[in-house]
């Protein structure tokens, strides 16, 4: 389920600030995305903690670099006083990507698998497009009608 909420912007903003950006940054928000993206992770953690021979994998090679990046994000965060639930927000929001890697990387082992995440996810992104591309039409018919009834 995770693949196919990953284009749809199904939100709930624990604390909102309208006056910032566009996305997330505005706020501390849970995405449907998140709901099964934390039920997936709670089960891969449970099964590591039951399983001895299950391995996890941190691959260091990307991991620590994603890891002095976000200690990076923390510096510049507090140096530019930031209000502290945007803070939260965006540091979240970069140790999430590095734990949806992790997960990814951890439990994709079939090829049949990838294959079916990946057909999701481009069927999502078309019909997100379709969605893009609706409105997009909506908005210039609206300024067509409003040009031309004046």
Do not use: E
Request: hydrophobic share 55%; charged share 15%.
């Amino acid at each position: 389920m995770c693949p196919f909420f990953l284009p749809i912007r199904v939100d709930y903003h624990f604390y909102f600030l309208p006056d910032y950006f566009a996305r997330d940054i505005n706020g501390l928000a849970v995405s449907a995305f998140d709901v099964f993206f934390f039920m997936g992770l709670g089960i891969w953690l449970f099964r590591i903690a039951n399983d001895r021979l299950t391995a996890v994998r941190l691959f260091p090679r990307i991991s620590i670099p994603f890891l002095i990046i976000w200690l990076i994000s923390l510096a510049g965060l507090i140096h530019n006083s930031v209000d502290g639930p945007i803070a939260i927000a965006v540091l979240w929001q970069v140790l999430k990507n590095l734990l949806v890697f992790l997960y990814v990387a951890n439990n994709l082992h079939r090829l049949g698998r990838f294959r079916h995440i990946l057909i999701l996810l481009l069927i999502m992104g078309l019909v997100q497009s379709f969605l893009g591309l609706a409105q997009f039409i909506d908005l210039c018919g609206r300024r067509y009608l409003k040009w031309s009834s004046s």
